[in-house]
């Protein structure tokens, strides 16, 4: 249950006109690390509604024959469902999530907002830009099909299958080339943390900057803040 996608609706009484919240959850994770979020949004007055990314879930081997296809295709289907219900749809993405979700931006320009939580589009780990590895790796399987992860969370997978990794670049790769073909129209909201183990904040930071996005803000959370010679970055002392 706690795994299972969901959707919330705010109260009857709400006077708000009709708008929808897509939350998508981030690589090993499950719709249930989305919860807190959908409660707010639901006091706001959004319809909410979560997925469940192919592969996540069920258990870690279930992503080792996934494809960033398969993720993509899934976020078009939410959207294309609320969009049937209500033009005002925004999408509030962690990680891989907010890949998928800048993605879905340069196919949907209709979107209200993006609300991008440490987005995965430059992995900190040297091993997932090696995507070309992949081939050779999986001749060692399965000694090499899992990369482990070191927290332990029963709503996520502990492990990560190389694979999975593997697509995850992928997906980060076509998303760069597809935004150096176009821009993005979409009001985007970034926040992520400078201490951030998993993605590169510096290569993150100058993606964002070379965005072509009209209206744009970042959070960056920092122990020992610095100045940032880009309008659109706020830092904050965390």
């Given at each position: ?17 009709p ?77 891989l ?19 991008l ?30 990369r ?80 940032q ?10």
């Amino acid at each position: 249950d706690y795994n299972s996608p969901f959707e919330w609706l705010p109260s009857p009484t709400s006077h708000t006109p009709p708008k929808a919240m897509l939350l998508i959850h981030g690589l090993l994770e499950s719709p249930f690390s989305m919860r807190d979020l959908a409660q707010h949004y639901v006091q706001q007055g959004y319809r909410v509604r979560s997925i469940v990314l192919p592969g996540h879930g069920t258990q870690a081997n279930q992503l080792e024959n996934i494809h960033h296809q398969q993720w993509l295709r899934a976020t078009d289907y939410a959207l294309q469902a609320l969009f049937e219900l209500t033009n005002d749809v925004s999408i509030t993405a962690v990680s891989l999530g907010a890949t998928l979700a800048l993605h879905a931006a340069t196919q949907y320009p209709m979107l209200k907002h993006l609300i991008l939580i440490s987005p995965a589009l430059a992995p900190q780990s040297n091993w997932m830009n090696h995507t070309r590895l992949y081939g050779f790796m999986r001749v060692f399987q399965p000694l090499l099909r899992y990369r482990y992860h070191k927290r332990q969370d029963y709503c996520k997978y502990s492990v990560i299958p190389i694979r999975a990794g593997a697509e995850a670049c992928r997906l980060m790769l076509k998303l760069h080339q597809r935004l150096a073909e176009q821009s993005c129209h979409v009001p985007l909201f970034v926040s992520i943390s400078a201490q951030d183990e998993v993605v590169s904040v510096k290569r993150l930071l100058n993606f964002f900057s070379g965005l072509n996005t009209p209206k744009k803000h970042l959070l960056l959370y920092d122990r020992d803040p610095q100045p940032q010679a880009d309008s659109h970055i706020e830092v904050i002392n965390s």
